[in-house]
């Protein structure tokens, strides 16, 4: 089995890798992602597994029973700019692994099991995370989706349709229909498990806000420092604010996406927009985060002559997994533990729409994720694969 | 007199100006900036003044005697990005307003008086500030200057030979060979003039310094706070430091421009660039700013476990305008206030090439300049006029 792993991890990881700084850049329907995609099918194909997709590009592959509900499990394969290489891929992966295990052991599915791969989970190219999931789902209407646009102006229809696909097509997905549960193994992202592999309580509440600072713009040699409406100073205390209340609230802020006018090296801004990305245990706990640190910009702002408009881009409130088939990972998994994460994911969306749903987490010994240097041990990821089969026979069984 | 400077005012204030905005951007070489030339060059012909041209596309346009060293004066017609009407213009504008009150008066100048536009003063296009100036007094190399980029990666010897300029003629300027004095006329930057009319002192030290803030790309939702490596913080605490720093020495820090990587809602940023323009009414004054910014910025880089690197893109000492010829002006005007700037001009290129060079500047009641807001009163700029008139006068008589 471990052969089999390994060799996929490393046929994967190679593809799309930048030679020098290491990461990756998948975003949906882009040259890379897409080369990645074929690779999966390319596997699924060659396990005699029934690929099957829906119209916005999600794919399920069937083995066992070839009708009825069953047990799929997987991840994505897009990744975030410069991510790493366990995001997403470390799951699709080791849905494959644990279905050749499974055979290797003569294990017979009594329903179906499906190894899936959702599209632009991360959002990276059209802003809108789990984007696959969410229209699969009915979550997303098609319009909605196919208007969105990447950062140069092509809209989710003009990527479907240079990809060959129909926009005609997207819409609520018949995958789900026979998806019983889901199983999304994922590489754990912040330090929090000790374990080789943990189970999934909760996915935290996640708000993304932009921020608007508005001044006016100046000539930087001339205007005398007190004369200044300056969106840069407002912002960046409102940088630090973040940081701080997040601290103490013990919750997490980033502004990790900027945007200057005119953005000259000579001219005091006339404005700023920056996005923040924030996330908490509990919805009271992100809300009043929020309010400490527009509290916080309106205080500076005032200070400044400038201005701070908020917008609440998007809120999505908890994700508690079922507690019966959470514990019931657990208990097959000889107790292992129990943690939640900040961070969204496919399996969020399919739990919030009713599917059972439960995620496994493999242990990433220094939290970074998002990063190049995102990285799990080979033997905690042999420990998910396992676990995954384990998991797969029991329910399945 | 007063109906010539309106209209033409009028008319060359229309070109080019962004109807939602108010603002203007004539970058060097765009089709807003040739279309502000080429009525430039209308205005002298239909004045029956000697328009010449040397290889950057500098403009003199001559009246009196056909050889000799005279009295030049003028500006530049490119704009920051998002600038206001007055900064450049009011320059040019007010040179052929003078000349047409001196004819008007019967005035016969014993040496020729010159009319400049000088190209991409603002260096708004390609980064270089007075890139006309400087090339045009040998103080740039063609080749560098050829070679210099805009921000979509069109090169300056394309982009004059899309204007159908050739490149080759790019070098130092035989416009200079005749420009015994430069006398520059412009819209006062800071709130510093009281009286409508003022003589300048000087031009303060200026510094651009690229500060590259260092860290670790990271997941915005799951990385622990204590974990992260966020440049963001640092450039923020930075940025907050530089104004500090700034209003305790009198002396001006801005940080305008930034770029951020990999700029994603969802990711700690791996990498924060960004400009520090500084200018002090000294050197030691602006090195001593530069230092106490630089320390804090590593202090602070210090607590993040980030880097901080700083590079001097640019660094122009002060020029002193000569005393005897700034005085001879604040004579002829009756005693008008003298006055240094923290912007840089054409004619502190000129000054520094050892052409005697002065600067007349008219009152800017709010300071606001490289904005659409930048201002100045129609009475002001009719005085600008006079005293431009009358300083001619004197020099050329």
């Given at each position: 089995m471990s052969e089999s792993f390994e060799q996929l991890w490393t046929d994967l990881s190679a593809i799309g890798r930048d030679p020098h700084t290491g990461g990756y850049r998948r975003g949906g329907w882009t040259e890379t992602e897409r080369a990645a995609t074929a690779w999966f099918v390319d596997q699924c194909t060659s396990r005699g597994l029934d690929v099957q997709s829906d119209g916005i590009g999600n794919l399920v592959a069937w083995w066992g029973p070839s009708t009825g509900q069953g047990v799929v499990t997987g991840s994505h394969?897009?990744?975030?700019?410069?991510?790493?290489?366990?995001?997403?891929?470390?799951?699709?992966?080791?849905?494959?692994?644990?279905?050749?295990?499974?055979?290797?052991?003569?294990?017979?599915?009594?329903?179906?099991?499906?190894?899936?791969?959702?599209?632009?989970?991360?959002?990276?190219r059209f802003g809108m995370p789990c984007l696959g999931s969410r229209v699969a789902a009915g979550v997303l209407a098609p319009e909605k989706a196919l208007a969105l646009q990447d950062?140069?102006?092509?809209?989710?229809?003009?990527?479907?349709?240079?990809?060959?696909?129909?926009?005609?097509?997207?819409?609520?997905?018949?995958?789900?229909?026979?998806?019983?549960?889901?199983?999304?193994?994922?590489?754990?992202?912040?330090?929090?498990?000790?374990?080789?592999?943990?189970?999934?309580?909760?996915?935290?509440?996640?708000?993304?806000f932009r921020f608007t600072f508005g001044g006016e713009a100046n000539h930087a040699g001339t205007t005398l420092m007190e004369d200044r409406h300056d969106p840069m100073l407002t912002y960046a205390m409102t940088a630090l604010a973040a940081n701080k209340q997040a601290r103490l609230a013990g919750a997490r802020a980033t502004f990790g996406r900027l945007s200057v006018e005119p953005n000259g090296t000579n001219a005091v801004p006339s404005q700023v927009t920056a996005w923040l990305d924030a996330r908490a245990a509990s919805t009271e706990i992100l809300d009043s985060l929020l309010v400490a640190i527009?509290?916080?910009?309106?205080?500076?702002?005032?200070?400044?002559?400038?201005?701070?408009?908020?917008?609440?881009?998007?809120?999505?409130?908890?994700?508690?997994?079922p507690a019966g088939l959470r514990d019931r990972l657990a208990g097959v998994l000889d107790g292992a533990p129990i943690l939640p994460t900040g961070a969204g994911h496919d399996?969020?969306?399919?739990?919030?729409?009713?599917?059972?749903?439960?995620?496994?987490f493999v242990r990433?010994?220094?939290?970074?994720?998002?990063?190049?240097?995102?990285?799990?041990?080979?033997?905690?990821?042999?420990?998910?694969?396992?676990?995954?089969?384990?998991?797969?026979?029991?329910?399945a069984r």
């Amino acid at each position: 089995m471990s052969e089999s792993f390994e060799q996929l991890w490393t046929d994967l990881s190679a593809i799309g890798r930048d030679p020098h700084t290491g990461g990756y850049r998948r975003g949906g329907w882009t040259e890379t992602e897409r080369a990645a995609t074929a690779w999966f099918v390319d596997q699924c194909t060659s396990r005699g597994l029934d690929v099957q997709s829906d119209g916005i590009g999600n794919l399920v592959a069937w083995w066992g029973p070839s009708t009825g509900q069953g047990v799929v499990t997987g991840s994505h394969l897009d990744s975030v700019l410069d991510g790493g290489a366990f995001d997403g891929p470390l799951g699709v992966v080791s849905a494959l692994a644990a279905v050749d295990q499974l055979r290797a052991e003569g294990f017979q599915p009594s329903v179906p099991i499906g190894v899936g791969a959702f599209v632009e989970e991360e959002g990276s190219r059209f802003g809108m995370p789990c984007l696959g999931s969410r229209v699969a789902a009915g979550v997303l209407a098609p319009e909605k989706a196919l208007a969105l646009q990447d950062r140069t102006g092509v809209t989710l229809s003009d990527a479907l349709s240079d990809a060959g696909v129909d926009p005609a097509g997207v819409g609520p997905s018949p995958l789900l229909d026979r998806m019983g549960t889901f199983v999304e193994l994922h590489v754990e992202q912040g330090r929090a498990l000790t374990a080789p592999v943990g189970v999934a309580s909760s996915i935290w509440p996640h708000g993304r806000f932009r921020f608007t600072f508005g001044g006016e713009a100046n000539h930087a040699g001339t205007t005398l420092m007190e004369d200044r409406h300056d969106p840069m100073l407002t912002y960046a205390m409102t940088a630090l604010a973040a940081n701080k209340q997040a601290r103490l609230a013990g919750a997490r802020a980033t502004f990790g996406r900027l945007s200057v006018e005119p953005n000259g090296t000579n001219a005091v801004p006339s404005q700023v927009t920056a996005w923040l990305d924030a996330r908490a245990a509990s919805t009271e706990i992100l809300d009043s985060l929020l309010v400490a640190i527009t509290r916080q910009a309106a205080e500076r702002a005032e200070r400044d002559g400038t201005t701070v408009e908020v917008t609440a881009e998007s809120v999505s409130p908890v994700v508690d997994f079922p507690a019966g088939l959470r514990d019931r990972l657990a208990g097959v998994l000889d107790g292992a533990p129990i943690l939640p994460t900040g961070a969204g994911h496919d399996a969020g969306v399919f739990s919030d729409a009713g599917i059972p749903t439960a995620m496994l987490f493999v242990r990433n010994p220094t939290g970074v994720s998002h990063s190049p240097a995102e990285h799990a041990e080979m033997d905690d990821c042999l420990a998910g694969v396992d676990a995954l089969a384990t998991v797969l026979k029991d329910l399945a069984r």
